[in-house]
């Protein structure tokens, strides 16, 4: 019988979970089954156990449960605990291991399929939330020169940027102002800003010589033509990317750590990613 693994979420019809990992099942000929599981918002924990007690053996986690994911694990890798969110819970025995593979699959996003090392690069991120959060340490642990967080709210730009001060790079926060202002290797939209058709301004910004400009959101309406933001990004000369690649890596990330076998991630990409990723 296929080992099972499933992505739970409210809602998670629109995951794109199952067939990326049914694709890495194929390619490394690993015997799994990766299904949907729509979890209530009040039954979670229920929900979990329910297909540990069916045999499932791994499974992701989607918004708005990465919170509470946390508490389901029995153990939380560094990059979980430091996100206080998970996203790969692997179920050992009695033993529930909480993973977070959202920075890594950013990182590795950025580094191998774009092409644009993070040593020294000098980071803006745009968002304090969650997504922000998630992804955090590992960008940090990449050998960046600096990392500066603006967010709508100040406040909590500079609470997280505190939470990470002293690791290496130099960390700081402020609001979508004059403080960002400057030249910038990479510059990250963490804000859930576009999905209300907003986004926030460029102005101000300068970029280095190959500067990157990433959203993380991906929007399936998104294939022919960037959203606003990488537009905007495009004409001051940047490069652009969607969070495609992320999704893509953060699964293969969760794979790895459940089949101990790392996927080839290109042949899928280049047929889910629009074709501007990662040009002009
Ligand atoms: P997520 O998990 O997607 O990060 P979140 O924790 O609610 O969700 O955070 C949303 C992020 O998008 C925050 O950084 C938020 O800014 P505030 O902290 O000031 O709320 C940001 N955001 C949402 N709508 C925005 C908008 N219209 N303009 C700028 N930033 C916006």
């Known amino acids: 019988m296929s080992d099972r693994y499933a992505v739970f979420g409210h809602p998670v019809a629109h995951s794109r979970s199952p067939e990326i990992h049914a694709e890495f099942a194929r390619s490394t000929g690993q015997d799994i089954r990766y299904e949907r599981i729509l979890a209530p918002l009040d039954g979670f924990a229920a929900a979990v156990a329910a297909f540990r007690a069916a045999g499932g053996r791994g499974a992701n986690v989607t918004l708005p449960f990465k919170h509470e994911a946390c ?25 529930v291991l909480g993973d977070n593979t959202d920075g890594a699959g950013l990182v590795r996003d950025l580094e191998v399929n774009l092409q644009r090392p993070l040593r020294m690069a000098r980071v803006l991120m745009l968002g304090a939330g969650g997504a922000a959060a998630g992804v955090l340490l590992p960008l940090l642990e ?21 939470r990470h001060a002293g690791r290496g790079p130099s960390v700081s926060g402020g609001g979508l102002d004059d403080s960002m202002h400057g030249t910038w290797d ?12 907003e986004m926030p301004s460029l102005e101000g910004l300068g970029f280095g010589a190959d500067a990157l400009c990433y959203d993380m959101v991906y929007a399936p309406d998104r294939q022919a033509l960037p959203g606003p933001f990488l537009q905007a990004a495009r004409e001051k000369g940047a490069r652009i990317a969607e969070g495609m ?6 699964a293969a990330e969760s794979f790895t750590l459940w089949r101990g076998v790392r996927p080839d991630t290109r042949a899928l990409l280049e047929r889910m990613a629009p074709a501007w990723r990662g040009g002009r």
């Open 245 to 250: 690649g992320m999704l893509v890596e953060q």
């Open 186 to 197: 990479v510059v990250i939209n963490a804000t859930s800003a576009s999905l209300s058709g």
């Open 71 to 95: 508490t389901l694990a029995t153990e939380l890798t560094m990059r979980a605990s430091d996100a206080g969110a998970v996203n790969t819970l692997r179920f050992d025995g009695e033993r």
């Open 142 to 162: 990449a050998g960046i020169a600096s990392l500066h967080i603006a967010n709508r709210s100040p406040g909590r730009a500079r609470a997280l940027a505190g």
